[in-house]
């Protein structure tokens, strides 16, 4: 039996559970939508939103990858900056400050949001409690989470919370048309990426045992789809606890092209291409010129495509199968997929020398 099809293996492994958090999306999207925890301040109804411009949100790790599909998604109607950092760009009485930390005391985030306090006239955020929730509780709009999770198991609370958010500042139009669509997508794909399938019939294991041994570097087709292959590369990271790097296109091919002109990286690399069935011409072009480079050194890449007909909907058709292959990753290399051991160091290590 192989390994990704022996649950007892899979259990020993997976000590906190991971997987149901991963394979639970669809439920976790139809909860964070339909039934999120608004708190408004007293005449938040009243106020006037017309003045908002510009939309910046603070965040960092797996909240800000919510900031960053928000980037892509809504631009087209107001400019969003998202800022991973303790210090914004440029702020005025303009901008809509948006913090997303699920443990509500991320450093970076809290340092950010403090900063601009003065400068800005209107202010949400998203988070489980700690001191954010102290700073915006009857203060400011706010979308109050669930504890427990760990923050990269949260995307679909985080996301769907924020959408709630520019809904109530009247930024975007009513979501529940697209949401349904995703759900059902998800649906559809949980049934054949379970645990349960086999791997000959997993889409889900047969990708992780392509990726396994080798250093993932995914790319973009085009920088829409960014968000995804960033999510796939900090799965990776975190889950398999694993090297994993990303780019896009077409800013690869004005430098990062060049690497792959040295010999062997077959045994090294695996390039994974996130793709769109129909793309713009100046992206597939370039896209196929450097699938053809690829090919002529013999280096084997993945294809995977987005579905859906709004980019909400194709980020989290990717960012499901994702998890899932970061999961399957780390069953292969034999690591707890929760425990991030490296990162409490550091937390611990920074904490100690202030």
């Known amino acids: 039996m192989k390994i990704l099809d022996n649950t007892q293996i899979i259990k020993r492994i997976d000590t906190e559970d991971m ?9 976790q999207v139809s909860f964070a939508y339909s039934d999120a925890k608004i708190r408004k301040p007293q005449n938040f109804q009243f106020r006037d ?42 702020v005025d009485k303009s901008t809509l400050i948006i913090a997303l930390s699920y443990s509500g005391n991320t450093e970076e985030t809290l340092s950010c949001f403090k900063s601009v306090s003065e400068k800005a006239e209107f202010f949400a955020a998203v988070t489980s409690g700690g001191e954010l929730r102290n700073i915006v509780e009857n203060k400011h709009l706010w979308v109050e989470l669930d504890a427990g999770l760990p923050p990269r198991s949260a995307i679909a609370h985080l996301f769907f ?22 759900i059902g997508n998800l649906v559809q794909k949980a049934g054949a990426i379970a645990d349960s399938v086999e791997q000959d019939k997993n889409f889900a294991k047969l ?3 392509n990726i396994y041994g080798k250093i993932p570097i995914i790319y973009s087709t085009n920088p829409t789809l960014n968000p995804i292959a960033y ?3 900090c799965q990776i990271n975190e889950n398999a606890k694993q090297p994993a790097f990303f ?13 792959w002109e040295a010999d062997n990286h077959n045994y090294k690399f695996i390039p994974i291409f996130i793709n769109k069935f129909k793309d713009d011409s100046y992206y597939q072009k370039r896209v196929l010129a450097v699938k053809k480079l690829l090919d002529q050194k013999q280096v084997k890449y993945l294809d995977f495509f987005v579905e859906g007909e709004t980019i909400i909907e194709e980020c989290f058709s990717l960012i499901y199968l994702g998890d899932m292959i970061s999961f399957y990753l780390a069953i ?11 990162i409490n160091f550091l937390k611990k290590e920074i904490t100690e020398k202030e």
């Open 332 to 342: 292969l290399y034999q690591t707890n997929p929760t425990s991030i051991d490296f």
């Open 247 to 259: 780019n896009t296109f077409s800013e690869m091919n004005h430098n990062e092209i060049e690497g």
């Open 207 to 209: 990708s992780a045992e």
């Open 161 to 182: 919370s924020l959408v709630r958010i520019l809904e109530a500042f009247n930024i975007i139009p009513k979501a529940e048309e697209q949401v349904k669509r995703i």
């Open 49 to 90: 939103f017309s003045t908002i411009k510009r939309i910046l949100i603070c965040g960092m790790g797996g909240s800000a990858i919510s900031a960053d599909i928000a980037k892509v998604a809504f631009s087209n109607i107001l400019p969003i900056d998202v800022v991973k950092d303790y210090y914004p760009s440029y």
């Open 19 to 27: 997987y149901h958090k991963i394979i639970h999306m669809p439920e």
């Open 231 to 233: 999510r796939w590369k």
